[in-house]
């Protein structure tokens, strides 16, 4: 059995097709993210990183080549259900702004999409538990979210984010938001979470130290991924 998690072939993305406004976001992206694996995903405002995280995470779909989560190929996924299946299963996202539940406490907030994804009460508050406490946030998870520092909420949605046990995480500037010491703990917190599930992570950075300290480098240029 293959140990890619996610699979870019050739992918395109075009906004405005046809039109003499036509912009060619995506030429043909090739990507594999393995197992255990964390992927810096570097480029500049605009370049159309957000873009290939949307398609690589199902949430917007190519003009052209291949997607393939854990060896299903998405093409043949059909209907939106079925992508949105696959989507809740294996995928986790993380996004600058952590979009935590305000009325929900840290535990409630991990909990809340187990729950949605047919886990019963019982496991999904051990697992919660289990996460913070991976995190260094243990005695925290009865705060609500506006009771928690920046970089707690955001320790929180990573949490979250990986609590259904996914074999993929997309993080789009998940340290954006934060200062450079803060951020230093945060990635700390995703780089145990990863490296503790075996998930492949495919993380969106300007920050060139983290981006450094992952396996590799991959840079969005002119609509095309090359090695950093």
Do not use: W
Not at 107 to 116: C, F, G, K, S
Not at 132 to 145: D, I
Request: glycine content about 10%.
């Amino acid at each position: 059995m293959s140990d890619v998690m996610l699979a870019l072939k050739g992918v395109e993305k075009v906004y405005n097709a046809g039109k003499p406004n036509a912009v060619e976001v995506l030429r043909g992206v090739d990507l594999e993210l393995k197992a255990g694996e964390l992927v810096a995903l570097v480029a500049p405002s605009g370049s159309g990183k957000s873009t290939l995280l949307h398609i690589a995470g199902l949430l917007d779909s190519a003009d052209g080549g291949d997607v393939a989560v854990g060896g299903e190929r998405v093409p043949q996924v059909k209907g939106e259900g079925k992508r949105t299946a696959l989507r809740r299963r294996d995928i986790g996202f993380v996004y600058q702004f952590h979009h935590l539940l305000p009325e929900f406490s840290a535990t409630e907030n991990i909990v809340l999409p187990q729950l949605a994804n047919g886990v019963s009460d019982r496991q999904a508050q051990a697992r919660a538990a289990e996460l913070l406490a991976l995190v260094g946030l243990e005695h925290r998870g009865a705060h609500r979210p506006a009771a928690l520092s920046g970089g707690e909420q955001q320790r929180v949605a990573f949490c979250r984010a990986v609590a259904n046990q996914p074999r993929i995480l997309l993080a789009d500037e998940p340290t954006g938001n934060l200062d450079p010491g803060t951020s230093d703990q945060v990635f700390e917190a995703l780089m145990t979470l990863v490296r503790g599930s075996g998930m492949a992570a495919l993380i969106a950075t300007h920050n060139l130290d983290l981006a450094a300290r992952m396996d590799r480098i991959v840079r969005l240029e002119a609509g095309r991924l090359v090695a950093g």
